[in-house]
Each structure stands twice: as C-alpha cells, then as structure tokens.
C-alpha cells in the first residue's frame, strides 16, 4: 500500500504544479491594432450613429449607491430626452413619490414630498453630485442613461488597442492629453466602458454596461454600473422597464403647481 502511494505522489505533485500554472495564468496584454485596420472607425460611427438615433427614453430603475456619505437604494422612474433633459422620480417603499427632480439643461427644479416645497434655479456643475451623489453634468447623465454617449467635439482617436478576449479599446484625445475618453468595446460590438479622463489622465468617471437586452429592435443595456474614484462613491443602476425613443409630452421637464404645494404632476411618466 505504501509503495502504491509513493508511486503516486509524483502524479500528485505533477497535477498540483499544472494546476497552479492554469490558475496563475496571466490575461494577455492589449495589443495596438494594425495601421488600417477599419474596426475603430466603424465602432465609433456606429456609436455616433446610435447617438443620433436614439433620442429619448422611459424606463423603471432600480437605484443602488454606496460611497462614504452611506448607502441608499431607491426606485426610479425615470424620463430622459437629448441633449439634457432629464426627469427623476425617487419613489418610496409603497410607490408614493418621494422627490422629483427636472431639468432642461439650463435650470431645475427639485420637489421634495417631505417639505411640500419646490426648489428651482440655474444647473450648476455639481447639482446631480449635490442632489443624487452622482458626480455628472445633466448632459452627461443623458448619454449614459440612453447608453450611447457621444465623443466630446475636437478629440480624434489617439490609440487603438485589441484586449485579450477581442474586445477593442479606443482612447480619444486631443496633442495636449490623448486620453480624455477611453471606449471599450466587447467582441460582440456591444459598447461595454466608457472612461473620462482629466488632461493628467486620472479617471473623473467611468460606466461599464451589461445584461444587453432587445428594447423593440434595439438593444439595450440595462445594466449601468458607475464608479467615481474621486469621490469614491459606486452607483449601480437596473432597468426594469424600458422604452426607446417614445414621445413625451412638452411639459414633462417642468413641475407645475404653486410652490407651498407643489406636486409632479407635468411629467407623464
């Protein structure tokens, strides 16, 4: 019996040893595409297309954030329209409608049940961070809701690089900082991260999508994960519901009613 073990303890130690080797496997670095190769501009014109074509949204969302201010988890109705309208619903735990938030990209206006009250006034850079902890511009918020954000005017692409799995990164940038947006692509051609950078190249914000689903002949992400490093806060968002490009009414981004009294009630949602 003891000679039946010896002769199987090199096996032993030659499986042990292949095994370490596979589980310590590096992922294989990015690699620059060729000069010609007519991926990266066919991703980006599908992008820019899909941008172009995909101008509103009304969606369920379910709303998870954690950062050093604490956590919240809420539900959400929500209305979005091109180029930075933007209509919020926090809903409570019964569906009773907790705070409104509309914007049209040059002012807001903020209802909050608790108080009855309506706060209105000119979009500020950080007024989602302050309202929401969610450190971007209403225009910002537009594109990655509607999950197809556009190349900011005046940056070309600087590097194209294929990940390990086929996948494609392209970084977006001008002489003075050639990466103030990064795109990644998976292989499937479905946009899945989009980084944007300051000039020194640090990260102000990032979201990854998954779980792409058909929206009508669309697909769409529904989920959106977001990741501030500077304020160290996480966002997860889960659509529930999702409809593309309906047509909403004129008044949805504005509330309506006296200010001692001010209910939701322009929104349609």
Not at 72 to 82: D, F, G, Y
Not at 172 to 192: I, T
Request: charged fraction near 20%; aromatic fraction near 6%.
């Amino acid at each position: 019996m003891k000679a039946r073990a010896r002769r199987l303890a090199p096996c032993a130690m030659v499986a042990l040893w292949c095994g370490l080797a596979l589980g310590c496997r590096t992922v294989a670095p990015p690699v620059p595409l060729p000069a010609g190769d007519t991926r990266p501009q066919a991703l980006l014109a599908a992008l820019a297309a899909e941008a172009d074509g995909r101008h509103s949204l009304r969606g369920a969302v379910k709303l998870s954030l954690d950062g050093p201010a604490g956590s919240l988890r809420a539900s959400q109705v929500l209305l979005v329209e091109q180029p930075a309208h933007l209509r919020v619903e926090v809903q409570g735990f019964l569906s009773q409608t907790v705070a409104v938030l509309v914007t049209d990209g040059e002012r807001f206006q903020l209802y909050r049940a608790g108080e009855h009250s309506v706060e209105d006034g000119r979009v500020y850079p950080g007024l989602l961070w302050q309202v929401a902890q969610v450190d971007l511009t209403p225009e910002e918020a537009v594109e990655v809701l509607l999950g197809a954000p556009r190349v900011p005017p005046g940056l070309v692409p600087t590097q194209a690089l294929r990940l390990y799995d086929g996948g494609i990164r392209i970084a977006m940038g001008d002489a003075l900082a050639p990466s103030q947006r990064v795109l990644e692509w998976g292989p499937d051609g479905r946009l899945r991260r989009i980084e944007t950078r300051t000039r020194g190249d640090s990260i102000l914000w990032q979201a990854e999508f998954s779980k792409w689903q058909r929206v009508g002949d669309d697909w769409f992400a529904h989920n959106v994960a977001l990741h501030f490093p500077v304020s160290k806060t996480e966002v997860e968002l889960t659509f529930q519901d999702v409809e593309l490009n309906p047509q909403l009414p004129s008044d949805s981004f504005v509330l309506h009613g006296p200010r001692s009294a001010a209910a939701p009630g322009g929104g349609g949602a």
